[in-house]
């Protein structure tokens, strides 16, 4: 069993939609988790880190973290095709310092 | 406030050469992990380095490939003998301490080409 795993995708959506990003993950000492951006041939870019139970929002973007469930998940409201990229989630376990990412998931979003 | 940077961007080594990758990470991180990314494949962690020390390598190849990061000047990842399956894009990532939810932020990255 993977540690993080996402649909790979790609997952589709039209412009202006909500694109909904899910990750579970298998570490129960995942503490904070994670939401990296990446497109084609480049670094991976921070978008969020969560690590309370709950809804964490900033701009169009919402993370969600259900530590139960050991369940992630990014909402991205009114996308846009400059949203077209991977999404990467990653766990880090509190008593490491190295991420965990899973293999991520392509978003396409469509005028 | 320069990021954290990578050289060289890319790189073109024959099979059994030497690659030397360099990071310098974030003014002010003193902490600094390598992570390789396989073509369609997600980011595997390697190394994490804080200055002097190596602190968990237990994502390394246990032969050919050795990382540091001195007290002065960047990090460097080291791949001896390169094969063709070390072909990968390989980034550098850098957080200013350790644990909680501190960032980790990526550089560039080096895209190493073994032929």
């Known amino acids: 069993q993977k540690e993080v795993e996402q649909n790979s995708g790609p997952l589709s959506v039209p412009e202006g939609a909500i694109a909904s990003l899910n990750c579970t993950y298998s570490?129960?000492?995942?503490?904070?988790f994670f939401w990296y951006r990446q497109y084609s041939g480049k670094s991976p870019e921070l978008i969020m880190f969560i690590y309370s139970n709950g809804d964490k929002e900033d701009g169009r973007f919402t993370a969600q973290l259900n530590k139960a469930s050991q369940y992630v998940s990014l909402l991205i409201r009114d996308s846009q095709p400059s949203d077209s990229a991977t999404y990467l989630c990653?766990?880090?376990?509190?008593?490491?310092?190295?991420?965990?990412f899973g293999t991520g998931t392509r978003l396409q979003v469509f005028p | 406030n320069a990021g954290v940077m990578q050289n060289p961007r890319h790189l073109v080594r024959r099979r059994g050469q030497e690659a030397r990758l360099r990071c310098s990470p974030m003014k002010g991180h003193s902490h600094v992990y390598w992570y390789r990314q396989l073509p369609e494949e997600g980011l595997k962690f390697m190394v994490y380095l804080q200055k002097e020390n190596i602190i968990d390598e237990s994502g390394m190849p246990k032969e050919r490939f050795s990382a540091e990061f001195p007290k002065e000047g960047p990090s460097i990842l080291r791949i001896q003998q390169v094969v063709r399956g070390d072909s990968a894009a390989y980034f550098c990532?850098?957080?200013?301490?350790?644990?909680?939810?501190?960032?980790?932020?990526f550089g560039p990255g080096t895209r190493l080409t073994v032929l």
């Open positions: 990653a766990g880090l376990s509190y008593n490491t310092d190295k991420l965990i």
């Open positions: 570490d129960r000492g995942s503490q904070s």
């Open positions: 990532a850098s957080s200013p301490r350790t644990g909680g939810t501190d960032t980790q932020y």
